[in-house]
């Protein structure tokens, strides 16, 4: 009687509030602004991935499968956070309901955890391609392809679904203000008035999990593909592809050092502040730079676009006027926009030539 007495004291919290960055409130209209635009040209550019990729027979590869998979993984993620965030710019602090912020934790978890395990594949895609050509299409088909995505997704969804439901389960029954600008699993932790040390340690290790497992075999990859590039003869392919791995290790090392620094710490409480700056890295930053970084630059794609851009020229000649001819111009000048932008880009395809030279040295010795 006396333990139903107590349980109907407890208050249970309804819903949170996410305290956003209320330093900057005051500058809160700019911040919007910037944060939409990157908001938008990033999902721009991951569409356009994806969208050539499934049009174009000649992208549907195992590696360019890889890329839009990892293109529509990153719209889902920043879907997740970026819309609660420009609100938060805009209006100031934001409610949210307990159901939502369930959501948008296992959200932005799963769609991460993915993105991690798809990094990690997709190393291990290039290190077969320039360090086994010969191997690369017995070993990297297309069925080997589904099940190694397949794998990402069932690997990521109980870990991250056990994860959150052990997060939800804690009682909230005190301060509902995260000071965070989404549902993270730190705030989420701190805020319960229940007993959390079994929940932090469980979130410790699934999140180490994730993180060093595609970090090491992201490493190894990588590791193997320098001492590949070091072997090579001539040395302007050298340049060329470390030009090319240097810019990819950017945005590796700005993904990983921004989660290993929010996540892998035992004790969740720990430079919760700092968590928020961190956070943005990974959700505003990398989502930008990896469309370009990854397929925007390489040379099959600008093939494709060109290609696009001339059946959009045939349409545009068959348009006599009205909406329909709007419409076509509109799409023409933002894919020649988009075009004249790339161009002056360098590609990264020089690594399955990278792979094809050496293979050849290996045939001819």
């Known amino acids: 009687m ?17 305290e956003g960055f209320p330093v900057i ?33 000649r992208l549907q590869t195992p ?24 609100s938060i710019f805009l209006l100031g602090r934001q409610t949210i309901s307990f159901t939502a912020c369930l959501i948008q934790a296992f959200s932005f978890l799963f769609f991460g ?15 077969v391609a320039i360090c086994k050509p010969l191997h690369y299409p017995t070993i990297m088909n297309p069925k080997t392809c589904f099940l190694l995505v397949t794998a990402c997704f069932s690997l990521a969804f109980p870990l991250i679904t056990g994860l959150v439901v052990k997060v939800f389960q804690l009682s909230f029954c005190g301060p509902h203000v995260i000071p965070h600008f989404l549902c993270d699993l730190g705030p989420l932790i701190h805020l319960s008035c229940s007993d959390t040390s079994s929940t932090e340690m469980l979130a410790f290790v699934l999140t180490s999990f994730i993180l060093l497992t ?15 590039i070091l072997r090579l003869p001539s040395a302007k392919e050298k340049q060329k592809a470390f030009s090319t791995c240097s ?35 990974n959700t ?12 925007l630059r390489n040379k099959q794609v600008h093939r494709a676009l060109r290609d696009a851009l001339s059946r959009l020229r045939l349409q545009k000649q068959s348009f006599g006027g ?18 004249s932008g790339l161009r002056h880009s360098e590609h990264w395809q020089h690594e399955m030539h990278i792979g094809s030279t050496l293979g050849q040295q290996a045939v001819t010795s």
Not at 65 to 86: H, N, R
Not at 114 to 126: E, G, K, N, Q, W
């Open 25 to 57: 409130q005051d500058l809160g209209n700019v911040f919007f602004l910037i944060h939409l635009l990157a908001y938008l040209a990033s999902i721009t550019g991951n569409v356009v991935i994806i969208t050539i990729t499934w049009v174009d027979h």
């Open 214 to 228: 595609s970090l090491i075999i992201t490493i190894i990859a990588y590791s193997n593909i320098v001492v590949t």
């Open 63 to 86: 590696m360019y499968i890889l890329l839009s998979t990892f293109s529509f993984s990153e719209c889902c993620f920043i879907t997740s956070v970026i819309p609660k965030l420009l």
């Open 247 to 281: 810019s990819h290790l950017v945005v590796l090392s700005l993904m990983y050092g921004s989660c290993l620094f929010i996540y892998v710490k035992p004790k969740q409480m720990n430079r919760l502040d700092s968590n928020r700056e961190a956070a943005l890295v």
């Open 322 to 339: 009205g909406p329909g001819c709007h419409v076509a111009l509109l799409c023409y000048e933002t894919f020649s926009a988009m075009e």
């Open 284 to 295: 505003v930053v990398t989502p930008l730079l990896n469309p370009v970084i990854y397929t």
């Open 113 to 127: 955890s993915i993105i991690f395990f798809l990094m990690a594949v997709m190393s291990l895609d290039r290190y």
């Open 2 to 18: 006396e333990i139903t007495m107590e349980m109907r004291n407890v208050t249970t919290i309804q819903e949170f509030i996410l």
